[in-house]
């Protein structure tokens, strides 16, 4: 006869009662109570830390090409009361860098541009001891020295600045932080550049290009280049932020979140998970033979590689991971990606500043052996602040 836990508790019949043990109990216990696993404690995280009534979070895991775990909670629009799914689309921020990188191979693997082609090519009214040290190279491995574009804002500047303002306030700058290539500094400035650099190369507005070249190829119908007014993001994520009382507050948009080449995709978890099985079977092009060209060694502190949009590293069995976040006004993202194993892990969150719950889940999916080991890129996240 089955003994559940409650008849062990409840039982009145004193002489049955009496005589359960400690290890009766714990036997009880131990063998009634549903067993735990990943999708229900990472349910019960997320729910918990992301209540129906504010943003959230969209987050999925694919380990040995089979989805274990998609799902989004919380709000997209506070104001709509739309509820986040796999289908929302959240502002990339800088993870939209490795599309504006992949703009840059496509026109190299068209031959209108080199990887050495210096900025003088494209700019010709820029200053020239700055222009002609600085290859599109250094700008695609964050190692130009050039100025960040947020230092040189006026103080009267009201509106949004665009890629095309950046360039404004670069062109005439004499100095830049340390010699083009001799070490990285993470550059918002540089991924700018390459956005006006994809435009004159390939003679087209930068979000039609990408919209030709690589949405629609690969069938991403959801993903857009945020241009205002933006209606035509399907599914939006609003930003939001929390205030100093600890409320939350709109922070959807800044001075500087419309630049495109730095930050300015949006996307979902459906159509990137179509971009990572892009990458991993070279669909648009090779992304690790591309990266052996153009990559430089990031501080001891932080070990891998930078190039082409990715944190990057191998492991002991020589294969490639990938690793980005991305962090704006109302938005932070997270994306890691070890196509040998194919494994992605996503997270998606219109919460600025909300990049603490990476490792809470990263701790539950190794719990579950459902997070590879080998690779550690959490370090690399202080180098793009």
């Known amino acids: 006869m089955e003994t559940s836990f409650f008849s062990c508790i409840f039982d009145k019949k004193p002489d049955r009662y009496a005589s359960l043990s400690v290890w009766s109990l714990l036997y009880c216990t131990l063998f009634t109570l549903p067993p735990m696993s990943l999708e229900k404690e990472l349910t019960a995280l997320l729910s918990t830390r992301y209540p129906a009534q ?16 998609q799902q989004g909670f919380g709000l997209a629009n506070v104001a709509t009361k739309e509820g986040i799914t796999p289908q929302t689309t959240f502002r990339m921020a800088s993870v939209s860098k490795q599309f ?9 693997k068209q031959g209108k541009l080199s990887y050495d082609d210096n900025l003088l090519k494209f700019f010709p009214e820029f200053n020239v001891a700055v222009g002609s040290k600085i290859k599109v190279r250094h700008l695609l491995t964050h190692s ?47 991924f700018c550049l390459l956005e006006q650099i994809i435009e004159k190369a390939s003679g087209q507005r930068f979000a039609d290009f990408m919209e030709r070249a690589i949405f629609k190829p690969l069938g991403m119908t959801s993903t857009r280049i945020y241009e205002a007014p933006a209606g035509n993001i399907p599914h939006r994520a609003m930003g939001y932020a929390r205030t100093e009382q600890g409320g939350w ?25 179509k971009w990572y099985k892009a990458l991993r079977t070279n669909r648009l092009i090779d992304p690790e033979a591309e990266l052996k060209k153009v990559t430089i060694a990031l501080p001891k502190n932080a070990p891998g590689k930078y190039g082409l949009g990715w944190f990057h590293a191998y492991n002991t069995k020589g ?29 998606f969150s219109n919460s600025a500043d909300n990049h603490e719950i990476e490792k809470d889940i990263i701790s539950l999916l190794k719990k579950y052996n459902a997070y590879p080991d080998e690779f550690d890129f959490l370090k690399m996240l202080e180098l793009t602040r």
């Open 144 to 190: 130009s020295g050039i100025w960040d574009y947020e230092e040189l804002i006026p103080e009267t500047q009201k509106t949004q600045l665009l890629d095309e303002d950046v360039l404004g306030l670069l062109r005439t700058q004499s100095k830049t932080y340390f010699e083009p290539g001799s070490q990285f500094q993470y550059s918002n400035s540089g």
């Open 249 to 273: 507050k709109d922070s959807d948009q800044s001075i500087t979140s419309a630049t495109k080449g730095d930050g300015c995709v949006y996307t979902s978890l459906v159509d990137y998970t």
């Open 54 to 69: 504010r943003s959230g979070i969209a987050v999925l895991v694919i380990k040995e090409g089979k989805t274990i775990y």
């Open 100 to 108: 504006t990188a992949m703009g840059i191979m496509l026109l190299v």
């Open 319 to 347: 294969q490639l991971g990938l690793y980005h976040t991305g962090s704006t006004c109302g938005f932070s993202n997270g994306v890691l990606l070890i196509p040998a194993q194919d494994y992605l892990f996503v997270y």
